[in-house]
C-alpha cells in the first residue's frame, strides 16, 4: 500500500508519495491552491488518488502547531481541510506533525547542487510532504520495534 503525504499551504500544496512497500518516498506534484476552502485541491487529490488505481492506502497529512505542540490559527484550517478531503476520498488520514517541515527541506534542497534555484523553490512543497511521510514511518517503525 502506498502512502500519500500532504503539505497544505495557504498559495501551494505539496505532495509526495511512497513506493508500493513504503521504503521510499518520492515527491509527486506541487497544486496552486485556488480557493480558501481548498475545493479544487481537493478535487485534484481525489483524482491522483483514482489514478493510482487504489493502491494508495492512508493519506499522511502535516499538522502545524507551535514548536512547544500547542495549535496554531492554521491547526482548524488544516483539520477543516482534513475532514472535507475525507468526503471526497474516504481513506484513512493521518495527522502528523510537521514542526520543522518546510525547514528541513530547504535544507535539503540547498544541499542539492544539481538544483536550480527556481526548481528548488517550486520542489520545496513536494520535498516538505515527502518528510512528512517519513517523519510518519520513522514513528511508526519505532513503535513496531518496541512491540
Known amino acids: 500500500m502506498r502512502l500519500l503525504g500532504i503539505d497544505l499551504g495557504t ?30 485541491s481537493i478535487n485534484e487529490i481525489g483524482k491522483i488518488i483514482f489514478k493510482y488505481k487504489n493502491e494508495i492506502g492512508k493519506i499522511i497529512l502535516g499538522f502545524p502547531t507551535k514548536m512547544d505542540g500547542s495549535e496554531t490559527k492554521w491547526t482548524k ?23 520543522m517541515t518546510t525547514i528541513n527541506a530547504n535544507t535539503f534542497l540547498k544541499e542539492e547542487m544539481f538544483f536550480s534555484c527556481a526548481l528548488t523553490k517550486k520542489k520545496k ?6 518528510i512528512i511521510i517519513d517523519e510518519y514511518l520513522k514513528k511508526k517503525r519505532k513503535r513496531e520495534k518496541k512491540n
Open 11 to 40: 498559495k501551494k500544496i505539496g505532495l509526495a508519495i511512497t513506493d508500493i512497500e513504503q521504503k521510499f518516498t518520492f515527491p509527486l506534484k506541487t497544486l496552486e491552491n485556488k480557493d480558501i476552502e481548498f475545493k479544487s
Open 77 to 99: 484550517k488544516v483539520k477543516e481541510f482534513k475532514q472535507n478531503l475525507y468526503k471526497v476520498v474516504k481513506l484513512p488520514i493521518i495527522l502528523q506533525d510537521e514542526r
Open 125 to 130: 512543497d513536494e520535498a516538505s510532504a515527502a
